[in-house]
């Protein structure tokens, strides 16, 4: 039984599965009755580009505006994240992965072991 809706409920846009579960349909249920195949349900949904016609007569079966269909209005822009605040106390170097030379040796090629020993290397001149 569809619920009563106020005035504000009106003004916002409503997404297909809220007009489906208002209706108490399952997929294949709501998409026979749209009267629209399983794929161009989900090209919807996924906000593909879909046919003015298409709209036109999903809007129609629901017997709204296509305004008041969440799906056929642009994807709200993303806000962007704040910036997280400084940490206190002192700040810690950022260099601390391997390549780091830190106290382990005088470069990371004499630090690791290798499949070939190095052999010295002979000057000719002493």
């Excluded at 994807?75 to 700040?91: F, I, K, N, T, V």
């Excluded at 950022?94 to 004499?110: F, T, V």
Aim: proline letters at 12%; hydrophobic letters at 35%.
């Amino acid at each position: 039984m569809p619920s009563a809706r106020t005035v504000a409920d009106l003004a916002r846009p409503r997404s297909l599965s809220d007009y489906r579960a208002e209706r108490g349909m399952t997929l294949p249920q709501f998409t026979e009755w749209l009267g629209i195949a399983h794929f161009e349900y989900a090209a919807v949904v996924h906000r593909q580009r879909v046919d003015h016609g298409l709209r036109d007569q999903i809007a129609y079966r629901l017997g709204v505006p296509k305004t008041q269909i969440a799906e056929f209005l642009p994807p709200q822009p993303r806000l962007r994240p704040l910036p997280l605040p400084a940490p206190d106390g002192p700040r810690r170097s950022r260099n601390r992965g391997i390549w780091s030379m830190g106290s382990l040796g005088r470069c990371y090629r004499d630090r690791t072991p290798s499949r070939y020993p190095r052999t010295p290397r002979i000057s000719a001149i002493h």
